[in-house]
């Protein structure tokens, strides 16, 4: 397979330092009069490409600090996300806790002994048991 013949003649960097660098020698006034002369930008021209830049480093700046600020927001956040997780476990403990020792005072055979004791109340007999019925 053959490659396509390249034309060389359009790579010169040579001329084309030359054409920046103007009076470097003897073969540079003879390329000189190929190039067109340089000519130095004024400070109203390059104001406004530094303000460009400027207001870009601004806001390259700005954008990296609000990044810093919201990981340093996300960190206290997830702290008292976890703070509160934690105390949320030791609630749910507690309240099964409370929920055991409610289970046990009100336990049938409790209540019994303490109308038995304090009140001096009975279990009736099946003779003291009367049905009322409530007819309209």
Do not use: C
């Amino acid at each position: 397979m053959k490659l396509p013949a390249m034309d060389w003649r359009q790579f010169r960097p040579l001329k084309r330092l030359r054409a920046l660098y103007p009076g470097g020698g003897a073969s540079a006034k003879a390329t000189s009069a190929d190039a067109p002369p340089l000519r130095l930008f004024s400070a109203a021209e390059l104001a406004r490409p530094a303000a460009v830049l400027i207001v870009l480093a601004l806001l390259l700046v700005g954008s990296a600090m609000a990044v810093i600020f919201s990981a340093y927001q996300y960190r206290i956040l997830f702290n008292q996300h976890q703070n509160l997780v934690a105390n949320w476990d030791e609630l749910q403990v507690e309240w099964g806790q409370l929920v055991l020792e409610e289970s046990a005072w009100a336990a049938n055979n409790r209540i019994e002994q303490i109308a038995s004791k304090r009140l001096a109340m009975l279990v009736p007999g099946p003779g003291m048991i009367e049905i009322v019925r409530h007819e309209p």
